[in-house]
């Protein structure tokens, strides 16, 4: 991935969303959004617990795009360049390069207005998109969330993802629970190796 690509996501745009690569400038958003309540329960412990500012996670996603590891976008409405949400596109060096995970978090201001929808709709669009047309080609695409965050589940399943599988008590949320972890995918109708 690394060699053939951009280690800088692409402008993902439609007429109400824009999104973008992350800046420092995002720190303080970034921050806002991992210190809610809400998110914390749903990040997972392992982000949680090396989460220590905005501007360390905006750089260590930053890093990570940088040695294509993955696709960290902010997300900003058009008459805003503000980060009202995260998208990132990960897994991308694994052992399977057809497939690649999500994960997301909106804004607490943001939230309930379909932001996440439309963004997961155009990261969707891109990684499927093939190689020779300035996409990563991606055969599979998936997620998890946790059982109880509807939210989360609903914009996945407006974007176009089926739940596959339920994982028992697999999900870590808050400072020590479990809960049901799903599983959701989406194939590319159109792949070809």
Do not use: C
């Amino acid at each position: 991935m690394a060699g053939t690509f951009p280690t800088v996501p692409p402008v993902l745009e439609d007429d109400r969303l824009r999104l973008r690569p992350l800046r420092e400038t995002d720190a303080a958003r970034m921050d806002d959004l991992d210190r809610d309540e809400r998110t914390k329960n749903f990040i997972g412990r392992s982000r949680a617990a090396q989460f220590t500012d905005g501007a360390t996670v905006v750089r260590r996603m930053m890093d990570r795009n940088a040695r294509g590891e993955a696709f960290d976008w902010a997300i900003t409405a058009h008459e805003s360049d503000l980060l009202i949400g995260h998208v990132f596109l990960g897994g991308l060096t694994g052992v399977d390069d057809t497939a690649a995970t999500l994960g997301y978090a909106v804004h607490p201001d943001s939230r309930g207005r379909g932001v996440m929808t439309g963004a997961l709709k155009l990261v969707v669009e891109w990684a499927f998109r093939p190689v020779e047309e300035g996409g990563p080609g991606r055969r599979r695409l998936s997620l998890r969330t946790a059982g109880s965050n509807l939210a989360s589940r609903y914009a996945a399943e407006r974007a176009g993802f089926v739940h596959v599988a339920t994982e028992p008590e697999a999900f870590p949320t808050g400072a020590s629970g479990f809960e049901d972890s799903l599983i959701y995918h989406r194939l590319n109708p159109n792949w070809t190796p």
